[in-house]
């Protein structure tokens, strides 16, 4: 077997359907891991101390508000605080949960007053102070989208809640979708996500037009879980915290199963954060305590645990990439533009040595390379009774394409999500003794050492062949003669069937079926 050194530049879509491509998603690592501040109670929300400013944080928790630069920390309040917000520079909202209220701090002269609810007495109730209830809320954020007003999660009163800051007045945004909210984090100005319930992300949007709608981005509103992998199969275990990385990416506390993982919008999947520079990232680190709370500041992630406050550094993102042996050479994963298809130029045996850091740009991944002659696509195949004479003549061969076409969207439509027949892949034939054979190519390529199809294509296959329109080519035209275009069976009866096509990696070379080889 030839080795050689090459370059392969592989599509995203090629990497959840190779067998050739482990499919390992984004992922995110530190390789500096330090405790910032002990704090000796429990903490449940942490800022950046825009009073203070220089690095210091602004800490809620269960013994009241403190401000620290990790060195000298000052004790500001002596209340429950489970979660606050900065209007400004000098004015603090904290949430007294137990109360039923939330009050404001200046902290220019230490003015504390309530905002709104009725503190000590739980309900709901849509009115300003001193009339207005909550019934525990948890966590409050300042509406980007109208400065004027906060957010507020009304929590055993299931609802996403508006307070006016000069009036205190309470107005329900939405009750639609939410059990138990607690903590917010905006994704933009038109959407914020509201955890719920311990185990699941929702996500409320708002149209153009003041509409409101919600609904569940990742994790399980029946089941509490530790999955990775597409964000509606993701599972969470009290998730306390979700902070933004990126432009739709960001880190979410998954507090009892003592892990931090990665919420990718763009791929739609949850990856796997290590602490520990650990390489590959495929699993979270577990952490030494449950994750509270968190926030970036200038490149360093701060995270509350418990008791405890830690400083991340050295932040690392791994894009997908692939593990197989061998000769030395490149592979570039490009994550952009997933919708795009293209050709395998190579499909060989890889072993990743390093990789680059930069999510949702070209990956590169020094690696080795054993090129494989042979590739294999996954197929639907069908054979036909028809003339092969036929096939020579030009304008048969026009209808004869146009029925391929067809019974492509026929077979597309059928097999849904569990394959994608790519739009510039056309149908490949050949005709031998009056019978033509058809290979319907599907996106999902195979190494040269497998030689029979995957199992698992059973289902589709016999839709597939129930389908009366696959019972025969289609191609009847009036200026040609023949008796019968029908589909054939196999000894299984069936019409259409799962199959490997062939072909040559090197596409200057031709593929042998007699040899199963390329010359």
């Known amino acids: 077997m030839d080795y050689k050194s090459v370059l392969l530049v592989i599509i995203g879509m090629f990497l959840g359907k190779t067998d050739a491509l482990q499919n390992l ?35 809620g928790g269960s013994r009241g508000l403190e401000t620290t630069d ?52 739980s309900g709901y109730t849509e009115k300003g102070v001193p009339s207005g209830q909550h019934f525990k809320p948890f966590g409050v954020q300042l509406d980007i989208r109208n400065p004027g007003k906060l957010i507020v999660t009304d929590t055993y009163n299931h609802a996403l809640v508006s307070v006016d800051v000069q009036s205190g007045q309470l107005h329900t945004i939405t009750k639609s979708g939410f059990k138990e909210p607690s903590s917010l984090q905006w994704a933009n100005k038109q959407q914020v996500f509201v955890i719920n319930y311990h185990s699941y992300i929702s996500q409320v949007n708002w149209s153009n037009t003041g509409s409101v709608e919600s609904h569940v981005v990742t994790g399980s509103p029946t089941i509490q879980g530790d999955a990775i992998g597409k964000m509606e199969q993701a599972l969470f275990d009290t998730v306390a915290g979700v902070e933004k990385l990126r432009d739709n990416i960001y880190l979410v506390a998954d507090s009892k199963n ?52 830690y400083k991340l550094t050295g932040e690392s993102f791994a894009c997908k990439y692939v593990s197989l042996p061998s000769g030395e050479g490149r592979i570039q994963l490009r994550l952009t533009e997933p919708q795009l298809q293209s050709p395998v130029q190579h499909l060989g045996q890889v072993h990743v ?11 590169t ?56 027949l790519p739009l510039n892949l056309e149908p490949q034939s050949n005709c031998e003794n009056d ?61 259409v069937e799962v199959a490997l096509f062939s072909t040559c990696t090197d596409p200057t070379q031709s593929y042998d079926s007699n040899t199963d080889s390329c010359s």
Not at 81 to 99: A, D, G, I, K
Not at 269 to 289: D, M
């Open 353 to 363: 040595e390093q990789i680059a850091q930069s999510p949702y740009s070209t990956c």
């Open 25 to 59: 998603e984004l992922s995110l690592s530190y390789t500096n891991f330090e405790l910032f501040l002990k704090t000796h109670y429990p903490v449940y929300h942490i800022e950046p101390d825009t009073f203070k400013g220089n690095g210091s944080l602004l800490i």
């Open 435 to 495: 019978t033509l054979t058809v290979y319907w190519l599907t996106s999902r390529i195979h190494l040269a050492d497998m030689k029979e199809p995957p199992e698992g294509m059973k289902k589709v296959t016999e839709q597939i062949n129930q389908s009366s329109l696959m019972t025969s080519l289609g191609s009847h035209d009036s200026s040609y003669s023949f008796d019968t275009d029908s589909a054939q069976t196999n000894t299984s009866r069936d019409m």
């Open 70 to 121: 990790g060195q000298t920390t000052t004790r500001i309040l002596i209340i429950f605080v489970s979660s606050f917000t900065q209007l400004n520079r000098t004015h603090v909202v904290v949430v007294h949960r137990f109360e039923h209220c939330l009050k404001i701090l200046n902290r220019e002269n230490g003015n504390f007053q309530t905002l709104a609810g009725t503190c000590g007495y």
């Open 365 to 420: 991944y020094h690696s080795t390379v054993e090129d494989f002659p042979v590739t294999r696509r996954l197929s639907f195949r069908a054979k036909f009774h028809l003339p092969c004479s036929l096939m020579t003549e030009h304008g048969f061969k026009f209808y004869v394409k146009a029925a391929f076409r067809q019974k492509k969207k026929i077979i597309q439509e059928l097999c849904g999500k569990n394959c994608t």
């Open 258 to 309: 003592r892990k931090l993982k990665l919420l990718d919008m763009n791929q739609q999947v949850v990856g796997a954060v290590c602490v520990r520079g650990e390489k590959p990232c495929s699993v979270s680190s577990v952490l030494p305590r449950e994750p509270t709370s968190l926030v970036e500041i200038e490149g360093k992630m701060y995270v509350a645990m418990h008791n405890n406050i």
